[in-house]
């Protein structure tokens, strides 16, 4: 689908934010140029037969980066998607992997279709389809480009793409680690379908936990006392609504397509989903004030905001009515630039999307390692910490004639499960990182922001790389 002249330049966005960065290092300009161009665009038609006849889909992959292999990225199933709005989020991902300190390139692809339009056998096959394509051109390989879920596709899809290019690659040992976002059954890892909203929330705590920085904005330190409204119910506006409010926010207000809902004394998301699940909408929810317009319920009094819907939703247009003081992105490329400037000057405080959003990414790494290494996280351990912690407290028990109560037994002696061994690994990674940019913010002199600060940090790592692969002199 090819742009029209009122859609908005995502990349361009995307562009200018890294232009703003780059003038704070210290890099020659052909080495940043190659850095912020996207190396392989691959955009290709397939036809799939409906009915009596056929249709032609619009597809795309990009590659935005290989200075790490192999290049990472989701993939898109929307009608509205388009070769601009691919390469934008292939850049991202590519910077987003870098803040994180994940050894991956940039990718994306997507679809220009609406999932709701066909049926599941038809997705079916305009799914392999596509996996065929990027296996004809070597657009997809544990070693060489890994795709995951996206809008509009989740454990399903991915489990179709592994079967098509395990089929087409019979004996490839590390055929499963070509795609991460698989079911469980296919080795895929708990605690991937909720990571980009638990990585948000993880993200939006340590903000918050600084003292110094929220005293500028009018703020306490901590969650506690802070009211969110969260914009999209899908997998990262429920998930990173859902623990925000089990850290101790409450969340007053939700915004779907169909329009949003506020209540100054909080929702339970659950109670909501269901509703949601039961009716198709959020509005009718009991207690809750109604907007039939969904932009309206950004506005509405909080102290967060987290858009976790698509790009562009936070503009010139509708920034000055924003109540929030810290925006998080849970979205890629909600916030324009023009309208982060504003907001900055409002003195409010954004999470950038290529940090916020990251936990996604983290996970699938995770995901992608254990496909390589053919070995779930935490088997090979975890009965011998469970035992060796068993004869720990049974010698303290002898030694000082004191039983433990069976509950802290338990607590104590437990070995860690898969799930807890990938959230804890999250966690650190989405606090060190944020530590990581607010240490560039605070060094920097001149720069402002934190997605500015995110931007330096990861121009200096990919540089870094393609100096020391011999890329560049």
Request: proline fraction near 4%; aromatic fraction near 8%.
């Amino acid at each position: 689908m090819a742009n029209t002249a009122n859609e908005k330049n995502f990349f361009a966005d995307v562009c200018k934010n890294f232009d703003s960065a780059a003038q704070f290092t210290a890099h020659p300009e052909g080495l940043l140029t190659q850095i912020k161009a996207c190396n392989s665009v691959y955009r290709f038609q397939f036809p799939i037969r409906r009915g009596n006849g056929f249709e032609v889909i619009d597809a795309w992959r990009v590659e935005h980066s290989q200075h790490m292999n192999p290049t990472k990225g989701g993939i898109r199933y929307s009608d509205m998607v388009n070769e601009d709005e691919v390469m934008a989020l292939a850049a991202l991902m590519t910077y987003k992997c870098a803040i994180v300190n994940v050894p991956f390139g940039g990718a994306k692809g997507g679809i220009c279709i609406n999932p709701k339009n066909y049926t599941i056998g038809e997705l079916e096959n305009i799914t392999r389809r596509y996996t065929t394509e990027l296996i004809k051109k070597n657009f997809i390989g544990p070693g060489i480009d890994v795709p995951a879920p996206d809008y509009g596709t989740g454990e399903r899809e991915m489990s179709w793409i592994a079967d098509t290019y395990m089929t087409m690659n019979p004996g490839q040992l590390d055929a499963l680690g070509c795609v991460t976002g698989k079911p469980i059954a296919l080795h895929g890892i708990r605690g991937r379908k909720e990571a980009t909203g638990r990585g948000v929330a993880y993200a939006i705590r340590e903000c918050v936990s600084v003292a110094e920085d929220m005293a500028k904005i009018g703020l306490k330190a901590g969650l506690g006392d802070k009211r969110v409204i969260v914009q999209g119910l899908g997998n990262v506006g429920y998930h990173s609504a859902k623990f925000l409010a089990e850290f101790g926010a409450t969340i007053v207000g939700l915004c779907e397509f169909e329009g949003a809902i506020y209540n100054e004394n909080g929702f339970n998301i659950d109670e909501v989903f269901a509703h949601r699940k039961l009716t198709g909408s959020i509005l009718g929810f009991p207690g809750a004030v109604e907007f039939k317009n969904s932009m309206e319920g950004l506005e509405q009094p909080c102290d967060i905001l987290v858009p976790a819907a698509l790009e562009n939703q936070l503009t010139v247009e509708n920034i000055r009515n924003i109540k929030a003081k810290i925006i998080a992105e849970g979205a890629n490329g909600p916030t324009t630039p023009e309208a982060e400037e504003i907001f900055t000057e409002m003195r409010g405080i954004i999470i950038p999307d290529m940090y916020c959003n990251a936990g996604g990414v983290t996970v699938s790494y995770f995901e992608w390692l254990k496909n390589l290494s053919h070995v779930a996280f935490g088997r090979m351990e975890n009965r011998y910490a469970e035992n060796s912690n068993r004869n720990l407290i049974n010698t303290l028990e002898s030694l000082t004639g004191k039983s433990i109560p069976a509950e802290h037994r338990l607590m104590i002696v437990k070995g860690a499960s898969e799930l807890e061994l990938v959230n804890s690994g999250l966690e650190d990674t989405m606090i060190h990182s944020y530590h990581e940019i607010r240490e560039t913010l605070l060094s920097k002199a001149g720069v402002k922001t934190l997605r500015t600060a995110a931007f330096v940090g990861s121009i200096d790592k990919i540089a870094v790389s393609y100096m020391n692969l011999g890329v560049w002199p």
